[in-house]
């Protein structure tokens, strides 16, 4: 073994694969376990689908198909990714950029319901998200990055959407940073509760 070929990775460093042959290398290629290390690189859980091939000579090529982060969950401690399939990927850092995009979800069961609500939000409304709390494992609120936090319906969660952003259209940029919430949960209604500014 000369030569590891690794695709280009946005989340797992190619050192974390490149240890898994270190033994190997200068020796026969036939000697590998590709197998048994396959395996073994799919237990890391940024790793969804793992292809190791050999050219029977001196490369082995390695193609990883990474787990991509859906969300980052709060469990009252610590900030977890979790991906598509709702498994928790890693600890994270939110002090890096990278997954400035995903929503912080925190509450119990919060986890189970998250995909649930990311089908609900339009496309365009998903980066105005800074956090989902699942409440009374019934609805959610949400706090926009705009610092308002909305109180969503029960079961229409697009709707509520919609109404706010019917609001939203009709506010001046003004009128927005004064608002403290706004309660969606009833139909054809919206409250709002303007924060309690000090007029010292």
Known sequence: LKKIK???LKYIEPSEIEKFFTEYQGKSIFLIPIKEIAKQLHQ???VEAVSIKSDYNNTISIVISESQPLGILYN?????LFDNNLEVIDLVN????LYS?????????SLSKANLLLKSIPLFFKNEIEEAIFINNRRWDVKLKNGIKLKLRENKVL??????????RNLSSQELKEIEFI?????RKAILKFKELNND
């Open 159 to 168: 709707e509520s959407f919609d109404n706010y952003d019917k609001i939203y």
């Open 183 to 187: 309660d969606l949960r009833l139909a």
């Open 94 to 97: 939110l002090k890096t950029d």
């Open 76 to 80: 009252g401690e610590n900030y977890f």
């Open 6 to 8: 690794i695709n280009e």
């Open 101 to 109: 995009d995903l929503i912080k979800f925190i509450g119990n069961n």
């Open 44 to 46: 890391n859980k940024w």
